[in-house]
């Protein structure tokens, strides 16, 4: 049975963002240009974001090194996760935007730009975990024993196999489901940088980093503190105010392809 709801996250986190951006393509006569620059756009962030967040880390762990108080720690991590998540994907867009993508202004672009850089994310996830699922599954099935482990390996993966194999049930669906509310955040997060150029200012890039920060820094702090189903729970109340901010920007850009 939990191999069948494995299977079912992976068919939707691959699902999801092809569906979206056929659906776009056919009956809103989106760009596969403006979907492809948005998910290069989402790499481009990643290659400074994993990096400068290894770095951090690495940084951190030094005996030197400054450490906040404990109690403090979890709020820190929130905090600082947070801020840059949001200061390399908004950065990113607003850059591309800026300089590659000087004629994309309509709210049709905006919705298309975020469709490629949220649905690329999830690709990545969902090819990620159909990699999992397969390792696993070759692994439960014998060949963990052809490859020369010593004993400590043999009992870490012996461990890792069991945690993979006794989650609940709805795990793999939450984290399909959460693909749907970072998607609906990436395009509301597009049409906030877009506003940047419809007004000619840049209070909404701002606004769009302190939006992110704050989704992504509450996902680290409950996880810390609450765990997995609450994080999921906080996390999916903020797709009603990434909507909002959808409608919100649908009056504010202008509405023809750009």
């Not at 309509?106 to 699922?133: D, K, P, W």
């Amino acid at each position: 049975m939990l191999v069948a709801v494995y299977m079912t996250q992976v068919a939707l986190m691959l699902a999801l963002p092809l569906g979206l951006w056929w659906a776009l393509r056919r009956r809103a006569g989106a760009s596969w240009r403006l979907i492809g620059v948005g998910a290069l756009t989402f790499v481009a962030s990643q290659v400074v974001h994993i990096p400068v967040v290894y770095g951090l880390t690495a940084l951190l762990k030094r005996p030197d090194a400054w450490h906040p108080p404990p109690a403090l720690k979890d709020l820190f991590n929130a905090v600082i996760l947070g801020l840059l998540a949001g200061l390399c994907e908004e950065l990113a867009r607003w850059v591309v935007l800026r300089a590659w993508l000087k004629r994309a202004r309509s709210f049709r672009a905006a919705v298309t730009f975020g469709a490629g850089h949220g649905g690329c994310e999830a690709l990545i996830l969902g090819a990620l975990a159909a990699i999992a699922l397969g390792a696993m599954l070759c692994l439960r099935g014998g060949a963990a024993a052809k490859l020369h482990l010593t004993t400590a390996q043999s009992d870490a993966l012996a461990k890792q196999l069991a945690a993979y194999w006794s989650v609940p049930l709805y795990l793999p669906v939450l984290a399909a489901v959460e693909r749907v509310v970072a998607l609906t955040a990436h395009v509301a997060l597009t049409t906030l940088v877009m506003q940047c150029f419809a007004r000619r200012r840049l209070w909404p890039l701002a606004l769009a980093i302190g939006w992110h920060a704050l989704v992504d820094g509450t996902a680290v702090i409950a996880m810390a503190r609450l765990g997995i189903v609450p994080t999921e729970a906080l996390v999916a109340a903020s797709a009603p105010v990434s909507l909002l901010i959808v409608g919100w920007s649908r009056r504010v850009l202008p509405r023809e392809a750009s």
